[in-house]
């Protein structure tokens, strides 16, 4: 089975990724076989719930968990599974500044209000502080990494103090699932089978059975997506040592090329990163006009910048992180990208910041650098 | 805040949007004697992160912000 060829120029993985070989593959079969209702006793209806006892089956292997603690959901379910946990255990939340915007609006409204803990320079949560927040917490909840800037949270050294103290930690992978290892000690897992190469749209909820947890109302994804989620994850999971090794190689020379080449920008997270994802923000650039600049120019990227954003408020993980905000850029590597495709982008970029500066007439006001 | 220092040089960068706060900062420090104290006063959220930043990356100070009877943010650097 050849891998995905996702088109060239498409730097957006962590947005959505063309399926991979098995996600696709299973979508057919399972569109085939598994249209019927599977809570249906006739045949058809039979084999629609053993597919999807199979896709539980197969994802809750990947992940270390038992079968019927994999659920295969809606994607965007994160902040109805925490308001879910919050009414049957109501209680304050300790997370960090930095998670996704759905769970910090969750955990403000928290009946006993939230411990929100601040980061560093580069992303990462304050331990002490987190750690010393936990007691009588209802629940915890960490990104695995942050799907911004690529840090990666100490989320077993969490996951050990949440123990200690008997608060149940729910670990956002999100960003890491199907691209590196699911770290141990979750006692709740969301990820999203679009990091894998799986459909877009269905969301991964693991429940360890000792919680006890109330059974939550979360909208359950159709048959298809399930199994191409189930199989392209066991696809991606087969492949993702390779892949993170040559995207870590690949995300270090844009880093390290643009540095050279482009003047006064910020490089942004830290090395302890999730290899595929790495961000930098540019000093006197209008973000928008740079993430269509570098379109018109054959390259997909996400920016963080409050001119891209809908409310016009700039990424909060940037603020939380006292980074700079305008220009930024997240450049996410899909499974399969191109060698071409990152020297390319790392010929294009420089050319496209000039221009997009040249706009706003600082060139009196930038850093000069000496081209190699 | 009393304990900020007066401004020698008072930008006035309310309505404008991301990056040009810190472009006319840019503009003005370049243009003052070492020593200058700048204010500029903005609406745009990114001016919290982004004059900071500017500071680090410039060798600038940074010496702190407060808010004007407008609900504007000001933010105070001196050049060096």
Sequence with gaps: MTGPHPPPGFLDSASGQPLNPAALEAWQVAAEAGWADPVRLYREGRRAALLADSAREAVGARIGARPDEVHLVADGCLPALLRGWLAHSPGRVVCSAVEHSSVLGVADAAPLGASIIGVDRVGRIDGMAYDAALPGASIAIIQSANHEVGTRQPVEEIARACSAVGVPLLVDAGVTIGREAVPEGWSMLVGRAATWGGPPGVALVAIRRHLHAPPFDLPRAGLPAALAAARGLEWADDHRDADALRARILTDRIRASLAARVPDIALLGDEDRVGYLTALSCLFVDGEALVLGLDRAGYAISSGSSCVSDLRRPSHVLMAMGALTQGNVRVSLPFGVSDETIEGFVETFPRVIADVRAMLDVDDLTTKVTDE | ?80
Excluded: F, Q
Excluded at chain 2, 9 to 29: D, T
Excluded at chain 2, 35 to 47: E, K, L, N, Q, S
């Design chain 2, 1 to 80: 805040m009393s304990d900020l220092p007066r401004a020698d040089v008072r930008l006035n960068e309310r309505g404008h949007r991301c990056p040009m706060p810190v472009v006319s900062v840019a503009r003005a420090a370049k243009a003052a004697p070492p020593g200058t104290v700048i204010a500029v006063t903005c609406t745009d959220p990114g001016a919290a992160s982004d004059i900071p930043a500017w500071c680090e990356m410039r060798g600038v100070d940074y010496l702190g912000s407060h808010t004007e009877a407008d609900g504007a943010i000001s933010y105070l650097v001196r050049t060096r």
